[in-house]
């Protein structure tokens, strides 16, 4: 499965981006997808992650009321609502994809995207 995030960008706090992931390579209705992001000097980190008809879906703590999950598998793409941003949701955003399940855990994905960049300003 080849990965293409896209959508992120330059916004103030309290403001709202819609990221977007589209698959293509395999059936993108098999995998479980879940966005994860990388602030600077941090390690990556789990925000959100959706089953693979999307009745199912998770939240980190931290993103939980604010940002939202979803996918559309006729047009193999997997979204990231996120509203209520704040300077600290600053990070490289990027989506993956595992195989017949969906998970918090990195190991546990098959294939990830190159990343999109968000930065919320103060």
């Known amino acids: 499965v080849q990965l293409q995030a896209s959508g992120g960008g330059l916004v103030q706090a309290g403001g709202s981006l819609r990221l977007s992931c589209a698959a293509s390579?395999?059936?993108?209705?098999?995998?479980?997808m879940g966005w994860f992001r990388q602030a600077p000097g941090k390690e990556r980190e789990f925000v959100a992650a959706?089953?693979?008809?999307?009745?199912?879906?998770y939240n980190a703590d931290s993103v939980k009321g604010r940002f939202t999950i979803s996918r559309d598998n006729a047009k193999n793409t997997v979204y990231l609502q996120m509203n209520t941003l704040k300077p600290e949701d600053t990070a490289v955003y990027f989506c993956?994809?595992?195989?017949?399940?969906?998970?918090?855990?990195?190991?546990?994905?098959?294939?990830w995207g190159q990343g999109t960049l968000v930065t919320v300003s103060s």
């Open positions: 993956a994809a595992a195989q017949n399940q969906y998970s918090v855990t990195m190991s546990e994905y098959d294939y």
């Open positions: 390579g395999r059936t993108f209705s098999n995998y479980g």
């Open positions: 959706i089953n693979w008809r999307g009745g199912f879906t």
